[in-house]
């Protein structure tokens, strides 16, 4: 047979925080219910996902998680960063609800994706779709590449951002004079964000710092120009 669709069913707290938050995002409600079992389905596109309400449901503890397949993550991340950016003033990258930026998954044989944290705790992992567009594996070169690579299948897959900070940590503290500093921007930027994700602004602000004081060279300015995006965007929530 052909034209089947599947539906997630996610748990969440509250389908009215569910509802707001995926409007927030371009969403628009195909259903809602409150009897006998709370439960809302919300739509963008082709991308349909639904949701059902436990009372007394910890977000922090939801093993909630779907996978989304798309040929463009960032025309999707874009349009999700400007739904919060009208909503919130700013792109939510700490707390639940959050949203982490694309990044190429070592864990996923180096396609770049991004995830989504709604207000049910539930990971919304929004990855390329390779048979639509493909893309060369990303190989991480320098030490500091393969740093922040192990670092992001950590927080940004798993979502252990403890693990994460220590590997950035430990490969920060060991600087070498052949470490490229273009990779160095981008792990004290990727730093930042961990530390905004951990609640510790000061960290985090003492990180973004670090990264503009880099010397680079026009060339390696135009390289690190997605991180320092990354960056501004970071500062702009600190505010």
Known sequence: MTNERTVPLLPCASIDDIETFYGVLGFRTTYKQRKPNACVGVQREDLHLQFFEIAGFDPEQSYGSCLVLTA?????????????????GKVLVSGTPRMTRPRARKNADGVGGFSVIDPGGNWIRVFRDVA??????????????????????????????????RILDGALARQHADDDPVEQVEVLVYRAELAMVLHDPNTAATMLARAQSVTLTQDESERAALAFDNAAELDAALR
């Open 132 to 165: 639509a567009a493909p893309m060369p594996a990303a190989t991480p070169a320098g030490r500091l590449a393969k740093a922040l690579a192990n670092a992001v299948v950590q927080a940004d897959s798993r979502g252990s951002v403890g693990q994460a900070v």
């Open 72 to 88: 463009d993550i960032e025309g999707l991340h874009r349009a999700f960063a400007a739904g919060m950016r009208a909503a919130y």
